[in-house]
């Protein structure tokens, strides 16, 4: 397989991880951002710096960003896959979550996100090739009761990736939305998640939604590790998928997803059809 140049956010645990590692066995060269560099070095462990080059990043600072990927391209010549995986959960309806919450998971699972291509496109477009990987979920696709506000964010990236693919494809450059189901990470740990501070005694369904997700800590059936390698499959092909759901559980949830959708679609066909100017 060819050897490529890979830059990855948030990436000290989880998924992001589990891709260095895997990515370091193959032989790939890796640039990864985390917002703690001693952590991020120390769970990597002793690697040559010919191959990995671990960088503080603050995803929320354009300087910062521009900066990272500037010494990425500087000590390895060229970019070729870029993970926009830094993430995290926020639980809580709309009304109960503050503006403050509400934004600052914007910031890190949208906003972030948008910094990383705006700062890389120059060079993937000098290049003529570049791969675009973002970092989306299932709950961007099917939303879970009590997750709105990670639902819209996800759905912004899967959105965002959809069009960036459209308007990125004559200039060799592929885009590919990623949404995983429940994976074996911190996802769901306290480091990670975020649920709101203010809670509102009426959203009983929401409190139990919550419990019910917040359980199977541990016991996802997502591995880590088959993500990553899942990663590097589409990362080999000319044509990657521009939108890929991870995990069989994100399988299943899409697919009953597009049969309500359909459904829904037909039932209203009339109403939608009746909005056109009598000619
Ligand atoms: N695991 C799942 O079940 C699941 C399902 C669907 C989607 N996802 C998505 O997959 C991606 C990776 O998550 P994971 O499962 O690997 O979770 P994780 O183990 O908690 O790792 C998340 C990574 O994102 C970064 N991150 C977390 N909170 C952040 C914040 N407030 N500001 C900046 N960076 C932050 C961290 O980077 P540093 O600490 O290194 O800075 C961390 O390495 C995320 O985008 C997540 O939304 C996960």
Redesign the pocket.
């Known amino acids: 397989m060819e050897k490529k140049v890979w830059y990855i956010t948030?990436?000290?645990?989880?998924?992001?991880l589990a891709l260095i590692k895997k990515l370091l066995a193959e032989g790939h060269r890796v640039a990864a951002t985390?917002?703690?560099l001693p952590?991020?070095i120390q769970a990597v462990g002793t690697v040559s710096p010919d191959a990995f080059l671990p960088l503080e990043v603050d995803?929320a600072d354009e300087d910062s960003v521009a900066a990272s990927i500037q010494t990425t391209h500087a000590a390895f010549g060229r970019i070729d896959v870029v993970v926009n995986?830094?993430?995290?959960?926020i639980g809580g309806t709309v009304e109960e979550l503050s503006m403050e919450e509400i934004r600052q998971s914007f910031e890190?699972?949208v906003f972030g996100t948008i910094n990383t291509i705006q700062k890389v496109m120059p060079y993937l477009r000098a290049q003529g090739s570049g791969h675009i990987i973002n970092?989306a979920?299932?709950?961007g696709f099917a939303g879970g009761t009590g997750w709105s506000v990670y639902a819209a964010a996800k759905q912004a990236i899967i959105g965002l990736s959809e069009v960036l693919a459209q308007d990125t494809r004559s200039l060799g450059i592929r885009v590919t939305a990623v949404a995983?189901?429940?994976?074996r990470?911190?996802?769901l740990?306290k480091e990670?998640l975020i649920l709101s501070r203010h809670r509102i005694e009426a959203y009983k369904d929401v409190r139990n939604a919550h419990a019910r997700y917040l359980s199977i800590d541990g016991k996802?059936i997502?591995d880590?590790v088959k993500a990553a390698e899942a990663l590097l499959q589409i990362a080999s092909l000319s044509e990657p998928p521009t939108l890929l759901f991870l995990g069989s559980d994100a399988y299943h949830r899409a697919t009953e997803k597009m049969a309500q959708l359909n459904e829904q679609i037909e039932h209203w066909k009339p109403l939608s059809l009746s909005t056109q100017l009598a000619e």
């Open positions: 948030g990436a000290s645990k989880g998924l992001g985390s917002r703690t952590t991020l995803l995986n830094a993430g995290y959960g890190v699972n970092i979920s299932i709950a995983p189901g429940a994976f990470t911190q996802f740990s990670s996802q997502g880590p």
